[in-house]
T-cell receptor
Framework: GQQVMQIPQYQHVQEGEDFTTYCNSSTTLSNIQWYKQRPGGHPVFLIQLVKSGEVKKQKRLTFQFGEAKKNSSLHITATQTTDVGTYFC?????????FGSGTKLNVKP | KAGVTQTPRYLIKTRGQQVTLSCSPI?????VSWYQQTPGQGLQFLFEYFSETQRNKGNFPGRFSGRQFSNSRSEMNVSTLELGDSALYLCASSPGTTDDTQYFGPGTRLTVL
């Protein structure tokens, strides 16, 4: 069954609008990682969250790990066309990584 | 450091054939994982090798196999290809700790006709 649920599947925004993708698990996670895959490319590591309630920022990107360590979110402020791609969360469980289905972000200039 | 490399980048095969894909990890990385990416199923874990031993395995049939060599390079083999095996096969390396960051290669695009 699906180990990690990610929503939404698609998001179309106007350049300058904000974007958020959510990742949820039914069980507690030891950590969660986020990856970005550009069209035609391969997943590239963005960040890892480990602590309960952790918040990390990378320029316009803000990553959060829930207090119960069962959910996480990635928020992009003021999207740019360079943000286009698919964003995946990945949870490590039972000695393997489970990737969310990804959120495909399209940004209209 | 050079990144993860995968060869070939593109492959076209017919049903029933077999295929071998190759992955060279980042220098110093001892863990190599393989993933299958399809539009319908997303990124699915195939298996992980560490120090020439399969450490973890996903839920794929036995037609999918792999191995790792002493220099950490890894190969993945798919026998008796089916149309549904058409996918992007991604290899990822990491230093070795089981929940390490995965550094992905560019992938091999396999098309089965």
């Amino acid at each position: 069954g699906q180990q990690v649920m990610q929503i939404p599947q698609y998001q179309h925004v106007q350049e300058g609008e904000d974007f958020t993708t959510y990742c949820n698990s039914s069980t507690t996670l030891s950590n969660i990682q986020w990856y970005k895959q550009r069209p035609g490319g391969h997943p590239v590591f963005l960040i890892q969250l480990v602590k309960s309630g952790e918040v990390k920022k990378q320029k316009r990107l803000t990553f959060q790990f829930g207090e119960a360590k069962k959910n996480s979110s990635l928020h992009i402020t003021a999207t740019q066309t360079t943000d286009v791609g698919t964003y995946f969360c990945a949870a490590y469980k039972v000695r393997k990584f489970y990737f969310g289905s990804g959120t495909k972000l399209n940004v209209k200039p | 450091k050079a990144g993860v490399t995968q060869t070939p980048r593109y492959l076209i095969k017919t049903r029933g054939q077999q295929v071998t894909l190759s992955c060279s990890p980042i220098s110093g990385h001892r863990s190599v994982s393989w993933y299958q990416q399809t539009p319908g199923q997303g990124l699915q874990f195939l298996f992980e090798y560490f120090s020439e031993t399969q450490r973890n395995k996903g839920n794929f049939p036995g037609r999918f196999s792999g191995r790792q060599f002493s220099n950490s390079r890894s190969e993945m083999n798919v026998s008796t290809l089916e149309l549904g095996d058409s996918a992007l096969y991604l290899c990822a390396s990491s230093p070795g700790t089981t929940d390490d960051t995965q550094y992905f290669g560019p992938g091999t695009r396999l098309t089965v006709l």
